[in-house]
């Protein structure tokens, strides 16, 4: 028994990504045809070449045939994914491990959510009937509950900590001010999301992810056969994944300054991948910044920074696009937006582009001779939450 | 011996300034405060408030659960269930309700003294009419429980002595089934009407308990129609001093409830050996007569009544209209919550309803909502239920909620971990956002978390831990 991944068996060869933006001019099966024509074109492969799909949506459709339809997709096999806003990683981690297997040759898994379609700002949970004792907050409020929490544990004014994650929305909307992909595309400052007024804790609206409509694929093969489609190929070298049980929410021992599950999740895939040190070994990581304190206490959990001192990485500039290492440097879900079918791959869509050398020059990383980039995509709120972490790699070994 | 072997009351947390509504509209109002229930109280949920304090000074456990309210808040269903599962009764203790008239209140407590098995009676009831009227001012809101028995079920507080009854048919207040106001005949109609009813209701009590008018200690006489009470009481002959308050200054007029609320106020402040009626005028005349007994001395109150009085907070004539529904505020441009699903909501009764968590025999943790596999340990299908409605806990984190859908935004939301273990992620009620604060302590209350598609879905939140306990 144990968690062994699947590192350097599957190699992914091509791979799209719409804009993330308003689309409301397109529907669910644009956007699925958009990405999909944009990921045949970077693989250099057609549609018939692929043997198996699988779809991530989280609430704009039901079933592989969503996909199948649109795309006119004959005699082949679409599994529809779901998993909270990890949807997008959990249908690569599924396609990624049936080429792992053996059973398929070539895979492509898709990610799209159209969101703006329901005339209301923010998510909206698919309704199941229950009993009617649930928590009422949005996600807003559970993950407000982080700041207070983590300046009390350290003994930080809690002002300081507002204004440190408030630099982690001016950092991801710099970013995304130099991605012609992102939703928003206008600097902004800590200073002016500080004096925004608050909608949930202290956070402000500029503290939350945006709300887009958009879609990303990837296609992938066996790593052997790489070769045969691309130069260029990423190598699968982790995926990890962690479903929690609600434990934060029942537990008086967890204090809402770190979210385990991420931290269990990261731990399984630095194994998989034999990483030890990854401040050192990751050259650039996307992760899941729904909400500013996220980013914080990820940078934490990941191991980017020790306990208690992220807040202080952050105002260091760690993690700039020019520190020591580059989070979210296509804008986050802060400034990319948030589809959320969409937002796991469209997070690897950028560790392509950055570990290829093919992101745009004026938000291109720095070459500090690591060769690692790492997606964290987690679904749910502090103390109830599931999250992914994966790892590629562009050499093999 | 039979009478009352507990009560206790239930005040709204919020009160009303009277002179807010001229300030507001130029008239109405008046001088001093009313009652207000919250946006998440409802004339159930401010029952069981009250019934959590009566039950909460005895061992006995009822046999029956009668619930009396004009403002009911579901009709065909009973709502005395709701109470009953809400304070964990046993199935076989009957809940009724006595719907509808104002009278129902005082006519459930005398018919329950008169004989019978041990019954908790309550009544609530939520009072208003259109904006400056008079019913809006003189009403109230509020609720109250008084816990009938047998000596041998228990020490009688205030011994039941007799009763007198007066029943006529005339045409002095009324309400359609649905409709947002109550009508009222010419004042003087009344005034005069109700007169003799009085006096011959009072002398049969009087007669029944072999009492003069000087023998009673305290007279409580309460009644929606103010003028009737204030002149005809006068006439009644008992010393001037016996006179009680009827709270009309600082909570106002709780229709169904205030024959009962005033009485568990007055026993609260009754020495043993005092003789108290009361007098409760609704389409005639009820009138019944104890006496406190010795073992008064000893009855301690959760809060009593004036505790509660002492410690409200007023709210702004707008917030009183939006509460009653009589001014649309804008919500945030969110969804509206779905209807509670009946057969899940069913299925956890205990929960929903109760607070009843789980613990775990193993382990020692607690579970909130209960659990079947334990969160520590992974023990399955060992846990014991835990009621957790009266166990205190304390704020360890909270936050605003702007963004998210309440009848009354902003939500105030906290995570709480309670004394001796479990921690539940709970809204607050009666709590401003500037109020609450890590360390704040809290009781869960049973309340209406909204209402979906003519669903009511009741839950508990938690409330700052205030004034005596």
Known sequence: M????????????????????????????????????????????????IDAFWFGTSQSAASGLAMGGPLKIHGKPITRVENYCTTGSEAMRAAAYAVASGAYDVVMALGAEKVKDGGYQGLNAFPIPTDGTQRTLTAAGMFSLILPAYAEKYGIDEDEIRYSVATIAEKNHFNGARNPLAQFRRETSAEQICQMAAVAGRLSVFDCAGVADGAAAVIMCRAEDAHKYTENALYVKALSFVAGTGAGSLDPDYDYT??????????????????????????????????????????????????????????DGAFRLDGRLPVNSDGGLKAFGHPVGASGLRMLYEIWLQLRGEAPEERRIADHGRKLGLVHNLGGYPGEMVSFVGIYGTELG | M?????????????????????AFFGKGGGRGQRSVASYDEDTTTMGVAAARRALAATDLEPQAL???????????????????????????????????????GAGALRTALTAGVSTLVVAADQRGGLATSADEAAGGD???????????????????????????????RWRLPGGDRSRAWEERFGEVTYGPLMSQAWEQALAATSLSADDIDKLIVTGTHGRAVARNAKRLGVRDEAMVDDLSGSVGNTGTAHPLLVLTSALEQASPGETIAVMTLADGVEVI??????????????????????????????????????????????PLPNRPSASAAHRRDDWKFGFVGSRDRSSGMIHLPPARVSEKGGAVDDMEPVPMADTVGTVVSF???????????????????????????????????????????????????????????????????????
């Open chain 1, 2 to 49: 144990g968690s062994h991944g699947i590192k350097d068996q599957v190699a992914i060869i091509g791979m799209g990504c719409t804009p993330f933006t308003e689309h409301w001019d397109k529907s669910l099966d644009d956007l699925i045809i958009d990405a999909a024509q944009l990921t045949y074109a970077s693989a250099g492969i057609h549609q018939d070449d």
């Open chain 2, 142 to 172: 509020g609720a109250a429980a008084v816990l009938i028995g047998d000596d041998t079920d228990g020490p009688v507080i205030a011994e039941y002595l007799g009763a007198g009854i007066a029943t006529e048919e005339f045409l002095e």
């Open chain 2, 2 to 22: 039979r009478g009352i072997i507990a009560a206790g009351t239930h005040i709204p947390h919020y009160r009303l300034d009277r002179t807010e509504v001229a």
């Open chain 2, 66 to 104: 009668w619930f009396a309210t004009a403002s009911p808040a579901y009709l065909e269903k009973t709502n005395a269930t709701a109470v009953h599962a809400a304070l964990q009764l046993g199935p076989e203790v009957g809940a009724l309700d006595f719907g509808g008239a104002l009278r129902s």
């Open chain 1, 258 to 315: 770190t979210l385990p599950e991420c931290k269990w999740a990261a731990d399984d895939a630095y194994a998989q991948a034999g990483v030890t040190s990854p401040r050192d070994e990751i050259a650039v990581a996307e992760v899941h910044d729904c909400f500013t304190p996220t980013e914080l206490v990820l940078m934490e959990d990941l191991g980017f920074s020790d306990p208690g001192q992220a807040w202080r990485d952050v105002l």
């Open chain 2, 289 to 334: 007569v104890l006496r406190a007994t010795d073992a008064i001395a000893a009855a301690a109150s959760a809060m009593s009544t004036a505790d509660q009085i002492a410690s409200g907070t007023t709210v702004s004539y707008g917030t009183f209209l939006s509460w009653r529904g009589m001014v649309s505020v804008e919500p945030p441009n969110r």
């Open chain 2, 399 to 469: 936050t605003i909620d702007k963004l998210v859908y309440s009848p009354s935004p902003p939500v105030v939301f906290a995570v709480v971990d309670f004394d001796g273990g479990g921690r539940a992620p709970l809204e607050l009620a009666d709590c401003g956002p500037d109020e609450i604060e890590v360390g704040m302590r809290v009781l869960p209350t049973f309340r209406r978390l909204f209402t979906a598609d003519e669903i009511h879905n009741y839950f508990w939140k938690v409330a700052p831990v205030r004034g005596v306990r």
